[in-house]
């Protein structure tokens, strides 16, 4: 039994031996904390100089900016006459990565806008959409980018070797302006592209113009040319239409009607403004904690109901603040001729629930806890 002992204190005393040598092994650690993946971003800002037999236009000049789809317009002439002639040079900036750029021109229009005497003698169509100055206006469209002998970079005159993209009478379509097919490569991130578009109605256009006028919507779209190699331009009909943002404050509705700025009481109403249906989302802070709200459109005068329209209501939660969005069929423009700030822009408003019956507000608002338009705002409801 003796030795039995012995031999098991022996055991005991290797197995303790054995772990202070595996305590011992030298050993290394290096670790790596934080590691993060962060996605890149792509913006396109557009700026503008335009000119109208040599006049700069002041309305279509501007600096380098996000586009207003309704408000900012490249060309808007009223009173142009055979002769007369434009250009304007317009200059693409392409935030953070490389792109591919495109351009489109879609929903030319031609209106007739009736007949003078002198029109109807030698135009022999007189139907609404059966203007002329789309086929009779000359178009040039260059890439402004200095190339060749004499080439100088945005300065409004194509010289040297500056690449002609289109020319022509004008027509929908989509150009290329850097995709895989150019021979250019994209437009590195950071830098700034310059698109010459020159004009003119030719003096040997007669009467057969006289009233007529011409419309026409220019996008344009940059995606990532990384990974993308074989990019080409195509439609971007398909593209995430364009949003416009709308600011909101509380205001004092009872006098001056000025913003109670910096009170925590405000909102924004993102919304596509040329599209089927009325596509929105509102985000509100600060109004009063839960109660039900109503966005509305406020049509002058007092009470708001010509015609008026209810876009949509939610409530807020305990902390004032609420988010809504919707897809709303309002049969309307915005605003509707019947509004007397029409052609000028719309209201919206957003006012308690218990303020407003359908299309009509029934009781002042409370100005201090409800939200309005800091500027009025155009929509177009493609389906009328």
């Known amino acids: 039994m003796k030795k039995i002992l012995i031999s098991a204190s022996m055991i005991v005393a290797m197995a303790v031996l054995v772990i202070g040598a595996t305590g011992a092994f030298f050993s290394d650690t290096e670790t790596s904390t934080g590691n993060t993946f962060s996605a890149g971003a792509i913006d396109l800002k557009i700026d503008s100089t335009a000119t109208y037999n040599g006049q700069v236009v002041t309305a279509a000049t501007w600096q380098e900016k996000d586009l207003l789809?309704?408000?900012?317009?490249?060309?808007?002439?009223?009173?142009?006459?055979?002769?007369?002639?434009?250009?304007?040079?317009?200059?693409?900036?392409?935030?953070?990565?490389?792109?591919?750029?495109?351009?489109?021109?879609?929903?030319?229009?031609?209106?007739?806008?009736?007949?003078?005497?002198?029109?109807?003698?030698?135009?022999?169509?007189?139907?609404?959409?059966?203007?002329?100055?789309?086929?009779?206006?000359l178009w040039k469209v260059?890439?402004?980018?200095?190339?060749?002998?004499?080439?100088?970079?945005?300065?409004?005159?194509?010289?040297?070797?500056?690449?002609?993209?289109t020319e022509g009478n004008p027509v929908n379509g989509v150009l290329s302006i850097y995709d895989s097919t150019t021979g250019t490569g994209a437009l590195s991130g950071d830098t700034t592209a310059y698109i010459g578009v020159e004009w003119s109605l030719p003096s040997a256009s007669g009467n057969e113009t006289q009233t007529d006028s011409m419309t026409g919507d220019i996008s344009f779209y940059v995606e990532?040319?990384?990974?993308?190699?074989?990019?080409?331009?195509?439609?971007?009909?398909?593209?995430?239409?364009?949003?416009?943002?709308?600011?909101?404050?509380?205001?004092?509705?009872?006098?001056?009607?000025?913003?109670?700025?910096?009170?925590?009481?405000?909102?924004?109403l993102s919304f596509i403004s040329s599209h089927p249906t009325f596509d929105y989302t509102l985000d509100a802070y600060g109004l009063v904690a839960d109660t039900s709200y109503s966005i509305?459109?406020?049509?002058?005068?007092?009470?708001?109901?010509?015609?008026?329209?209810?876009?949509?209501?939610?409530?807020?939660?305990?902390?004032?603040?609420?988010?809504?969005?919707?897809?709303?069929?309002?049969?309307?423009?915005?605003?509707?001729?019947?509004?007397?700030?029409?052609?000028?822009?719309?209201?919206?408003?957003?006012?308690?629930?218990?303020?407003?019956?359908?299309?009509?507000?029934?009781?002042?608002?409370?100005?201090v806890e409800s939200l309005f338009e800091n500027n009025l705002i155009i929509y177009d409801d493609t389906d009328l």
Not at 142 to 165: H, K
Not at 315 to 320: E, N, V
Request: proline share 6%.
């Open 142 to 165: 260059w890439r402004d980018d200095g190339t060749g002998e004499g080439g100088i970079e945005g300065d409004n005159i194509q010289n040297g070797d500056e690449p002609t993209l």
């Open 69 to 137: 789809p309704t408000a900012d317009k490249f060309f808007n002439f009223a009173d142009i006459k055979p002769g007369d002639s434009g250009e304007n040079t317009i200059s693409l900036h392409v935030i953070n990565n490389d792109a591919w750029v495109c351009a489109q021109v879609s929903n030319l229009t031609d209106f007739e806008n009736g007949q003078t005497e002198p029109e109807d003698s030698v135009d022999l169509t007189a139907g609404v959409n059966e203007g002329e100055l789309s086929s009779t206006m």
């Open 296 to 367: 509305i459109y406020y049509a002058d005068p007092w009470p708001g109901n010509n015609p008026g329209a209810l876009i949509g209501t939610f409530t807020t939660d305990s902390s004032g603040n609420g988010n809504t969005s919707g897809d709303v069929e309002l049969g309307t423009d915005l605003p509707n001729t019947a509004d007397a700030n029409y052609p000028g822009g719309a209201k919206i408003w957003v006012i308690k629930t218990s303020e407003y019956t359908p299309n009509s507000v029934n009781t002042w608002p409370v100005g």
């Open 224 to 268: 990532q040319s990384r990974n993308n190699d074989q990019f080409v331009c195509g439609s971007i009909e398909n593209q995430e239409p364009v949003r416009t943002v709308l600011g909101l404050e509380n205001k004092d509705i009872d006098d001056t009607w000025d913003p109670y700025l910096g009170d925590g009481t405000y909102g924004t």
